[in-house]
């Protein structure tokens, strides 16, 4: 599947995805542009270890600080 990335998220196929991020910068979740459905989400330790993640769905392709 190709991914095309904008700033505020990516669209996969026909599907548009938009980031969810924290005040570093960090994706916590991604969402459908409907803004109604959830894919997936992460939680961070202080460190910028992957701690949590939820859903099934599309999984971004950046973590902690936008990296």
Do not use: C, I, K
Not at 7 to 12: E, L, N, P
Not at 19 to 39: C, I, K, M, N, P
């Amino acid at each position: 599947m190709v991914r095309n990335y904008y700033r505020q998220g990516f669209s996969a196929g026909e599907d548009t995805f938009v980031y969810v991020r924290d005040h570093l910068g960090s994706v916590q979740a991604v969402v459908a542009d409907d803004g109604e459905t959830f894919e997936s989400s992460r939680r961070y330790s202080p460190w910028g270890e992957t701690r949590e993640t939820s859903g099934a769905g599309e999984a971004s392709d950046f973590g902690y600080t936008g990296h």
